[in-house]
């Protein structure tokens, strides 16, 4: 090819290998959030209510967790966003309650009930998880100062939108929105800082 015609040529190809690119992060981005909002519904359907509080024990915190450490701030607070846009529009995403009627068709009464502070605060807490991790060494400690950073904020935010639901004293709110939830927290804090670290690694290893 003369060099000319290479030149005439050029203008013409860039925009379109530049559109390619786009479409084609664009897609991978969809996947990545798509996929990562499917994690968290599976995690949520794996529940056990428990009889002293109307918030169940839920592997959803978990997913939470794990997409922080993952994702990129942004991609991980988009992902939990869809979560909730998911369960908004009625998808059986969040963790199984008793319909009561009203807005339970379109899973609102998830988002304004007793478990709403808890929602609420996924896309927040992702994004303050993976802001954290990523200023760090990134090892199995940052990971874990990250992840109980994050579900930190979830608990306190699910505490104070039952406060203001219920108009329950601290006491009772804490009785019934932290302390029972704190064991099982820990363990999913630990998991999903493990997981994250031996993922890492793995790509490190193979890039």
């Excluded at 290998?17 to 084609?24: H, I």
């Excluded at 968290?40 to 056990?48: E, F, G, I, L």
């Excluded at 998830?110 to 709403?116: A, D, K």
Aim: aromatic share 8%; with cysteine.
């Amino acid at each position: 090819m003369s060099k000319e015609l290479s030149v005439q040529l050029a203008p013409v190809a860039s925009p379109i290998a530049s559109s390619a690119a786009t479409t084609s992060i664009w897609l991978r981005t969809t996947g990545i959030v798509l996929a990562g909002s499917a994690l968290a519904a599976v995690c949520a359907r794996v529940s056990v209510p428990l009889f002293f509080t109307p918030i169940p024990l839920s592997l959803a915190p978990f997913a939470v967790l794990l997409l922080g450490l993952l994702l990129p701030p942004r991609m991980a607070a988009a992902t939990l966003g869809a979560y909730l846009a998911e369960g908004a529009l009625g998808l059986p995403v969040f963790a199984p309650a008793p319909l009561t009627g009203g807005l339970a068709h379109l899973g609102l009464t998830h988002l304004f009930g007793p478990t709403g502070g808890y929602l609420v605060a996924y896309p927040l807490a992702a994004a303050l998880i993976s802001f954290l991790w990523r200023r760090t060494g990134r090892g199995f400690s940052a990971a874990l100062f990250s992840a109980a950073a994050g579900n930190l904020a979830i608990l306190v935010c699910g505490a104070l939108w039952l406060a203001v639901l219920t108009r329950a004293s601290a006491q009772s709110i804490l009785t019934l929105a932290v302390l029972p939830f704190l064991p099982g927290d820990a363990l999913k804090i630990a998991a999903a800082a493990a997981l994250a670290t031996g993922i890492q690694r793995l790509c490190r290893h193979n890039p």
